[in-house]
């Protein structure tokens, strides 16, 4: 650093809580978030933009607010509960939206793919049951140059029916007697 180099090269030790996992970093004061999570080998967060444009890298703060990490700096995510699309499911176990994107041809490159999914799972925790235009609309700050958004619409459309669906079955099995709420199955399990 030269007399003239004002840049703060300080780093500062960031604890975050990803996907229910507590991580340690070392970060320069203005490294933003999408970056922190990349190099914690988190790289579903894409970064198509830098500029808060285009979505593609939208993670959700406390389960259900989406943020865009290519504008948040690591340090203001201390004390949230962030989580990313590595976050949703995985293989053999895919979130409903992830799944929901893949049945109704949601993605073409995948690169939006993340974010989408990320805005729409906040979208439902707030609306669980949206009209195509809201999904529009709530989806409206996430770009996508490949697809025309219908299949989007379509895939969010189904994984809202599906979550419905599965949130209406716990809700039912947790009011049928002798039915163990966990499992939904009768007998309340083993004896």
Same mark, same amino acid.
């Given at each position: 650093?030269?007399?003239?180099?004002?840049?703060?090269?300080?780093?500062?030790?960031?604890?975050?809580?990803?996907?229910?996992?507590?991580?340690?970093?070392?970060?320069?004061?203005?490294?933003?978030?999408?970056?922190?999570?990349?190099?914690?080998?988190?790289?579903?967060?894409?970064?198509?933009?830098?500029?808060?444009?285009?979505?593609?890298?939208?993670?959700?703060?406390?389960?259900?607010?989406?943020?865009?990490?290519?504008?948040?700096?690591?340090? %203001? /995510?201390?004390?949230? $509960?962030?989580?990313?699309?590595? !976050?949703?499911?995985? *293989? #053999?176990? +895919?979130?409903?939206?992830? %799944? /929901?994107?893949?049945? $109704?041809?949601?993605?073409?490159? !995948?690169?939006?793919? *993340? #974010?989408? +999914?990320?805005?729409?799972?906040?979208?439902?925790?707030?609306?669980?049951?949206?009209?195509?235009?809201?999904?529009?609309?709530?989806?409206?700050?996430?770009?996508?140059?490949?697809?025309?958004?219908?299949?989007?619409?379509?895939?969010?459309?189904?994984?809202?029916?599906?979550?419905?669906?599965?949130?209406?079955?716990?809700?039912?099995?947790?009011?049928?007697?002798?039915?163990?709420?966990?499992?939904?199955?009768?007998?309340?399990?083993?004896?």
């Amino acid at each position: 650093m030269t007399a003239t180099d004002t840049t703060d090269t300080t780093l500062r030790t960031v604890t975050l809580n990803v996907n229910g996992q507590t991580l340690h970093q070392q970060v320069e004061p203005r490294t933003l978030l999408a970056y922190a999570l990349r190099d914690a080998g988190l790289k579903g967060t894409h970064v198509g933009c830098d500029t808060s444009s285009c979505g593609c890298c939208v993670v959700l703060l406390d389960g259900d607010t989406p943020a865009k990490s290519c504008t948040m700096f690591a340090v %203001q /995510a201390e004390g949230h $509960q962030i989580t990313t699309v590595e !976050g949703l499911g995985g *293989p #053999g176990n +895919l979130h409903p939206l992830q %799944q /929901a994107f893949w049945d $109704q041809h949601g993605l073409q490159c !995948g690169y939006c793919t *993340p #974010g989408m +999914l990320m805005t729409a799972k906040a979208m439902l925790e707030h609306n669980p049951d949206p009209t195509d235009q809201e999904v529009r609309e709530f989806l409206s700050g996430n770009l996508c140059r490949c697809t025309g958004y219908n299949n989007i619409v379509k895939a969010v459309q189904q994984a809202a029916r599906v979550m419905r669906d599965e949130a209406q079955a716990q809700a039912l099995a947790g009011m049928v007697p002798g039915t163990d709420p966990s499992t939904g199955t009768a007998g309340g399990g083993a004896q």
